[in-house]
């Protein structure tokens, strides 16, 4: 039984929900690893159409564990090799998944969890949502797609001024860049998102199946290019700058949530 993931169905619509609120949705190595059996089992079912990603609690996923991270301070290096090791074989999960990815942005993201909705197809936010890298407060090395990915998506230079200034993306910002495609209230945004799996569904599975694939990424070099984020991210988390940033933010998690 998965501990932080739902996966439940809809006909041929896949409802995948983050379920580790508490936490905000924070990435561990066990919602990692139910995230990638959840995602083995939909790429199994030949029925699937479309699937949607979506999140319980406040937050959509606020990236990795910093109290986790602090917990395993003596064998940092190892622990973060299997947290974005593992967030990268989500990511390209998702990018192979046979059918459509819709997620549902409710409310925000830090660091790594951006991997999710970069990788997805579809991406509704809320107007109270939004992105935010958090990586130079931290003193961390971008993960989760932010070089990966992003710069394909919104332009290399955009991207590097809100990695170095940790500037925040707003919902209206997203869809302006490209990086989402409509604003649903929150009230409404799980609705929509299923409405939109639905009409997915509903066309021929073929094209929607080569539509996808023609308009990806290309997973094989942007595998290398996550790999060379999980290397930084190993090599700069060992460093006094990373120590210093995880102790602060620890010791004012007010200031930080």
Same mark, same amino acid.
């Given at each position: 039984?998965?501990?932080?993931?739902?996966?439940?169905?809809?006909?041929?619509?896949?409802?995948?929900?983050?379920?580790?609120?508490?936490?905000?949705?924070?990435?561990?190595?066990?919602?990692?690893?139910?995230?990638?059996?959840?995602?083995?089992?939909?790429?199994?079912?030949?029925?699937?159409?479309?699937?949607?990603?979506?999140?319980?609690?406040?937050?959509? %996923?606020?990236?990795?564990?910093?109290?986790?991270?602090?917990?395993?301070?003596?064998?940092?290096?190892?622990?973060?090799?299997?947290?974005?090791?593992?967030?990268?074989?989500?990511?390209?999960?998702?990018?192979?998944?046979?059918?459509?990815?819709?997620?549902?942005?409710?409310?925000?993201?830090?660091?790594?969890?951006?991997?999710?909705?970069?990788?997805?197809?579809?991406?509704?936010?809320?107007?109270?949502?939004?992105?935010?890298?958090?990586?130079?407060?931290?003193?961390? %090395?971008?993960?989760?797609?932010?070089?990966?990915?992003?710069?394909?998506?919104?332009?290399?230079?955009?991207?590097?001024?809100?990695?170095?200034?940790?500037?925040?993306?707003?919902?209206?910002?997203?869809?302006?860049?490209?990086?989402?495609?409509?604003?649903?209230?929150?009230?409404?945004?799980?609705?929509?998102?299923?409405?939109?799996?639905?009409?997915?569904?509903?066309?021929?599975?073929?094209?929607?199946?080569?539509?996808?694939?023609?308009? %990806?990424?290309?997973?094989?070099?942007?595998?290398?290019?996550?790999?060379?984020?999980? %290397?930084?991210?190993?090599?700069?988390?060992?460093?006094?700058?990373?120590?210093?940033?995880?102790?602060?933010?620890?010791?004012?998690?007010?200031?930080?949530?």
């Amino acid at each position: 039984m998965r501990r932080f993931v739902h996966l439940d169905w809809i006909g041929p619509i896949a409802l995948l929900t983050l379920n580790r609120a508490e936490r905000h949705n924070s990435l561990v190595p066990g919602l990692l690893e139910d995230l990638i059996a959840a995602l083995e089992e939909v790429k199994a079912e030949p029925d699937v159409r479309a699937m949607v990603l979506m999140a319980k609690g406040r937050s959509f %996923s606020t990236g990795g564990d910093i109290r986790e991270f602090y917990k395993n301070i003596d064998t940092i290096k190892e622990y973060a090799d299997i947290v974005v090791g593992k967030l990268n074989q989500v990511i390209l999960a998702l990018i192979d998944l046979p059918v459509p990815i819709v997620a549902a942005v409710h409310g925000i993201i830090t660091g790594g969890s951006l991997g999710f909705v970069l990788a997805s197809d579809i991406v509704l936010m809320a107007p109270e949502a939004s992105i935010i890298p958090y990586y130079n407060v931290l003193g961390f %090395s971008p993960d989760g797609g932010w070089t990966a990915l992003l710069p394909n998506i919104i332009g290399p230079k955009r991207t590097a001024e809100i990695l170095m200034l940790n500037q925040t993306i707003t919902a209206e910002q997203a869809v302006a860049w490209g990086l989402a495609n409509r604003v649903i209230s929150s009230e409404r945004i799980h609705e929509e998102a299923l409405n939109t799996a639905q009409q997915i569904a509903d066309q021929s599975p073929g094209t929607i199946h080569y539509t996808k694939r023609l308009v %990806s990424v290309d997973k094989t070099e942007i595998a290398v290019r996550l790999e060379a984020e999980r %290397s930084n991210f190993v090599k700069q988390i060992t460093t006094e700058e990373a120590q210093r940033g995880m102790q602060a933010f620890l010791e004012n998690p007010q200031k930080n949530t």
